[in-house]
């Protein structure tokens, strides 16, 4: 004899609860003050922008000088970073060598420090008296302290790391077996990393190229110390802030609130590359 086990009709199956969970006092209060802490700036900054004057602030000649130049070597500094740093990403992620860990840690260390050493230390390299500053001036003449092209080598010194972080993380990501495959089709290295590789890690390039352009066009400290800040040569959009709040506020709220759309810009196009939700 075998006995059932019915449910009784009136019986529900045990669901789980779903709401809206209760945020704790010592929890909220902290988190709206650091929400807060982050928000108001920028609130402000939009607050005090001279809407009705933008126009008119966007088409003086000192802040467009200074927007083509950040464009321009920001762009430049950009192609710099991936002409470079793809392949030294791709060397990190693939290649065992011994000090790889610390070659790893210096690839970074531009990330943590600060832009002014950063500064410095390129005018002790690339300066008329640095380890290799002081050959190319005695050899061909040429110096890249306080030129434009000073300002792309600043810029591409402390972008490059968000560049190799990105890739290299595409790189580790990415399926082995279609590079394993055009290899036993007889494809080459260099037919294989072009063919096959690439395609492969194209979006975390992508990505990588967009925030080393938005670093490169923000870049101040190291700029204003390996570059200096002359006017049409050198002043970015940075530095023409930090120049005109002695003299124009207006023209740095403008100027602000233009570095601020693009990076929110950048960030919010960017966002689901790093933060995923459940």
Do not use: K
Not at 173 to 193: C, I, N, S, V
């Amino acid at each position: 004899m075998t006995v059932e086990h019915t449910q009784h009709p009136g019986a529900a199956a045990p669901q789980r609860r779903h709401g809206r969970r209760r945020i704790p006092f010592f929890l909220f209060l902290p988190a709206g003050l650091g929400l807060a802490f982050l928000v108001l700036p920028l609130v402000a900054l939009l607050l005090r922008t001279p809407w009705g004057e933008l126009t008119q602030h966007l088409a003086e000649p000192a802040i467009l000088a200074a927007l083509r130049l950040s464009l321009l070597t920001a762009s430049l500094a950009t192609v710099c970073c991936i002409l470079l740093g793809v392949p030294l990403a791709w060397l990190l992620a693939r290649v065992e060598f011994p000090g790889r860990r610390l070659a790893r840690a210096l690839i970074t260390v531009p990330l943590v420090l600060p832009p002014v050493v950063g500064g410095v230390a390129l005018l002790l390299l690339f300066g008329r008296r640095g380890l290799i500053g002081s050959w190319l001036d005695e050899t061909f003449g040429f110096t890249l302290p306080f030129t434009t092209a000073g300002v792309v080598v600043a810029e591409a010194f402390v972008a490059m790391p968000f560049l190799v972080i990105a890739v290299e993380g595409a790189l580790r990501g990415a399926d082995t077996r279609y590079e394993e495959a055009a290899a036993t089709l007889g494809a080459g290295r260099w037919t294989t990393f072009r063919r096959v590789t690439l395609p492969l890690v194209a979006p975390g390039i992508a990505a990588g190229a967009v925030l080393c352009w938005a670093r490169a066009l923000g870049e101040f400290g190291a700029t204003i110390t390996f570059a200096g800040n002359f006017p049409g040569r050198t002043q970015t959009m940075p530095l023409a802030v930090y120049l005109a709040l002695e003299t124009d506020l207006e023209a740095a709220i403008v100027l602000s609130l233009i570095l601020l759309v693009v990076s929110v810009t950048i960030l919010a196009s960017l966002r689901d590359r790093w933060i995923s939700s459940p």
